[in-house]
C-alpha cells in the first residue's frame, strides 16, 4: 500500500509523463534524507504484489532524483536530470534509485544502512552512555552529570548522537531509545547514590517527539523502578522543540514537573524562544548554549547575552547551566556572572561510566 508515502508526497505533484513512466514533483524538500526515505518508501510499496483477479503481479520500479537548483535551474532540464538518474538506478539492478549527483547516491545508501544498523542496535543493545561532569563554578564541586547516548556500532565505532538522534526519530525508535538511555542512566546513579555521592543530580535528554502520554507514564516508571526519587533527575528539551509545541508540552511537562522532576531547557539562546514566553512552560533550569558560551573573552557581544541570560534567568527563579566551557576565562567569566552551574571539556568530557567514577570520587 501506499498509504505511507501518501503522507510524505501530500503536498506534492504526481504526473504520468507516459507510458510506465512517472514523476513525482516534491516542494520543500527540509533533508536529502527526507528524499531518500520517500525513494525506499515507494520502492518497498511496490514490492507487494497486486491481486487481481487471483492473479498477483509483481511490479518494480526505478527511481531517478533530481534537485533543483542543485542540478539544474529549469523543469526541462531538471526532468532530463531525473530522467538520466533513473536510467543509472535501472543499470544498477532493479527496484533502486539514484540521485544524479553520484555523490548523493552514496548518502543515500549510508543514511538507509544506519537506519538498519540502528534497529538492531537496540536489540543488540549497542547502546551506552557515557556521563558528563555539572560542577559547581567556583569550588569546582561536581554537582550533577548529564547523560549522553553513544552507539558502540560493529564496524563504525563509537558513533555520535549527532549522527544517530535524528534517524531514531524519524523511524520511530527514539522512545525506545530514550528509555534504554534513561534506564541505564538511573541503574548508574542509584550505584553512585549508594556507594557515596548521594547529592549528585542526572540530567538526561529528551527528544521533543518522546512527550507523549505514554512516554511520560513510562519515563516515570523507568526512574522509580531504579530506585531515584525523581527530585534527582533533570529531563533536558530542546528550546526548538518547545517553542514550535508550547501549549501541547506545557501539560505533559507540567505533569512531569508535578511529580517532582526538573525541567530544564538545553541549547538556549541560539532559537527565538523570548524568556517571556518561555515563563509561561514549567521549567527549572536553562543551559546557554555552546556557541554563546564559545566566544567569551572575545566577543563583547556574547558577553552581553550571557550576562543578560543569566540575570534575566535568575529573576524568574531559574537555575543558569553554561555549557561547552572549555578555557579557564569562560570559567572566571561565567563565575563571576553568577553562573549556578558549568559543564565542559574543562571539567571533562563524556565518559564511559568507569572512568567517571573515577573522577566523581577522586577527591
Ligand atoms: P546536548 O544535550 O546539548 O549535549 C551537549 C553536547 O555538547 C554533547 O555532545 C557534549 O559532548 C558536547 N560538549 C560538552 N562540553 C563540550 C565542550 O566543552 N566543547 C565542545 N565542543 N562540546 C562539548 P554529544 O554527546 O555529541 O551529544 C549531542 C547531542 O545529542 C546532545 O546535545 C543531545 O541533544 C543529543 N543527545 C545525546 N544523548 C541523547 C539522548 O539520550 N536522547 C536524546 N533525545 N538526545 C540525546
Ligand atoms: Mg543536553
Ligand atoms: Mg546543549
Known amino acids: 500500500s501506499l498509504v505511507g508515502s501518501e503522507m510524505c ?5 504526481v504526473a504520468r509523463l507516459g507510458g510506465d513512466e512517472f514523476a513525482i514533483l516534491i516542494n520543500q524538500v527540509d533533508s536529502i534524507d527526507h528524499v531518500t526515505d520517500l525513494a525506499a518508501h515507494l520502492l518497498s510499496a ?31 532540464t531538471l526532468i532530463s536530470c531525473a530522467d538520466a538518474a533513473m536510467y543509472q538506478a535501472k543499470a544498477m539492478g532493479r527496484n533502486q534509485f539514484s540521485f544524479y549527483e553520484p555523490s548523493l547516491t552514496d548518502s543515500a545508501h549510508e ?6 544498523d540502528l534497529r538492531h542496535a537496540l536489540v543488540n543493545k549497542e547502546l551506552t552512555t557515557f556521563y558528563q561532569p555539572q560542577v559547581n563554578p567556583i569550588t569546582g564541586e561536581i554537582v550533577g552529570i548529564e547523560a ?21 526519530e524519524e523511524i520511530g525508535l527514539i522512545d525506545d531509545l530514550g528509555a534504554i538511555i534513561t534506564e541505564q542512566a538511573c541503574i548508574q546513579l542509584k550505584h553512585w547514590h549508594d556507594i557515596g555521592a548521594n547529592n549528585v543530580r542526572m540530567a538526561i535528554n529528551v527528544s521533543g517527539r518522546q512527550l507523549t502520554d505514554q512516554v511520560v507514564e513510562q519515563l516515570k516508571w523507568i526512574v522509580s523502578n531504579a530506585g531515584i526519587s525523581p527530585d534527582n533527575v533533570d529531563f533536558e528539551l530542546t528550546e526548538s522543540y518547545l517553542m514550535q509545541n508550547a501549549e501541547q508540552s506545557k501539560r505533559l511537562l507540567t505533569s512531569l514537573r508535578d511529580s517532582g522532576f526538573h525541567i530544564a531547557i538545553d541549547d538556549f539562546g541560539i532559537g527565538y524562544s523570548s524568556l517571556a514566553y518561555l ?53 572566571e567569566f561565567l563565575a563571576r556572572e553568577g553562573c549556578d552551574i558549568l559543564q565542559g571539556f574543562k571539567f571533562g568530557k563524556p565518559m564511559p561510566a568507569t572512568e567517571f567514577e573515577r573522577l566523581l570520587f577522586a577527591a
Not at 509483481?58 to 535551474?73: E, K, T
Not at 564496524?155 to 535524528?166: A, D, K, V, W, Y
Open 9 to 13: 508526497i501530500r503536498d506534492s505533484t
Open 46 to 76: 511496490l514490492e507487494h504484489p497486486l491481486s487481481i483477479h487471483d492473479h498477483k503481479f509483481y511490479l518494480m520500479g526505478s527511481i531517478g532524483v533530481a534537485i533543483y537548483p542543485h542540478d539544474a535551474q529549469d523543469d526541462e
Open 111 to 116: 543514511h538507509l544502512s544506519l537506519e538498519q
Open 148 to 168: 549522553l547516548a553513544r552507539w558502540n556500532h560493529p564496524s563504525r565505532g563509537l558513533t555520535s548522537p549527532n549522527t544517530f538522534i535524528e534517524i531514531a
Open 279 to 331: 515563563k509561561r512552560l514549567p521549567i527549572d533550569k536553562l543551559k546557554i548554549d555552546r556557541m554563546l558560551i564559545q566566544d567569551i573573552a572575545h566577543d563583547p557581544n556574547d558577553e552581553a547575552i550571557c550576562r543578560a541570560v543569566i540575570a534575566l534567568g535568575h529573576s524568574l527563579g531559574l537555575t543558569i547551566v553554561a555549557e561547552g566551557v572549555e578555557s579557564l576565562r569562560q570559567q
